[in-house]
Each structure stands twice: as C-alpha cells, then as structure tokens.
Nanobody, 125 residues
C-alpha cells in the first residue's frame, strides 16, 4: 500500500485547509485510516481515524469540533477538513493505513502498517 498526502500549506489562524491522501495498492475499503501530525521538536501524535466503511470516526480532543475526517472508497482517498485552524495546529501531517487492528487502538501509531510522506501545515497568528 502506498499513501500520498497532499493539501498542506500556509494559512492564517482561523482559516481552513483540506488535506487529501491518495492510496494505491491493497484493498482501501478494508483499512482503517488515520491522520497523525508531528510538530517541530515534538513526538508524532494522533489526530483522527476513520473505519473502513466510514461509519466510525474518532478524534483527538484537541481537534474535535474543528476537524472532520472522511473517505471516498471509490476513489481510494482519505480527507481531513481542518477548520478554525490555530498556530498550535502547525505540523507535518501524515496519513496512515491500519490493516487489521481493533478499533479501540486506532489512536496508537504503532498499530498502523503503512504511512504517507507527510504534508506541511503552517498556521500563522
């Protein structure tokens, strides 16, 4: 499975961005997909996850109510709509695919089997 994240950029605080992740190889609809981010000098952290069918979603408390994860299985695509962005959201954002872990562990990066290369999001104050 290959993942390619895109859509990052520079935005002012309060603005919006939509990240995309294109997947190739494997059976996309069977994978739980997640977004993680890593700010400078910090460890990578969980942002959001979505089940294979799109029925279930899960968000870190820090982004709940501002970010929306979605997927289009017909297009093998994952999305992250980010609204009301804050400077603390500045990070490299990674998409990841989990081929078989339990839903209650989707926030742990070690559960994910494949990773995209990351896309930079910078929020200016």
């Amino acid at each position: 499975v290959q993942l390619q994240a895109s859509g990052g950029g520079l935005v002012q605080a309060g603005g919006s961005l939509k990240l995309s992740c294109a997947a190739s190889g494997g059976t996309f609809s069977s994978y739980t997909m997640g977004w993680f981010r890593q700010a400078p000098g910090k460890e990578r952290e969980f942002v959001s996850a979505i089940s294979g069918s799109g029925t279930y979603t899960y968000y870190a408390d820090s982004v709940k109510g501002r970010f929306t994860i979605s997927r289009d299985n017909a297009k093998n695509a994952l999305y992250l709509q980010m609204n009301s962005l804050k400077p603390v959201d500045t990070a490299v954002y990674y998409c990841a695919a989990d081929i078989g872990s339990k839903w209650n562990s989707v926030r742990f990066e070690y559960e994910y089997d494949f990773w995209g290369q990351g896309t930079q999001v910078t929020v200016s104050s």
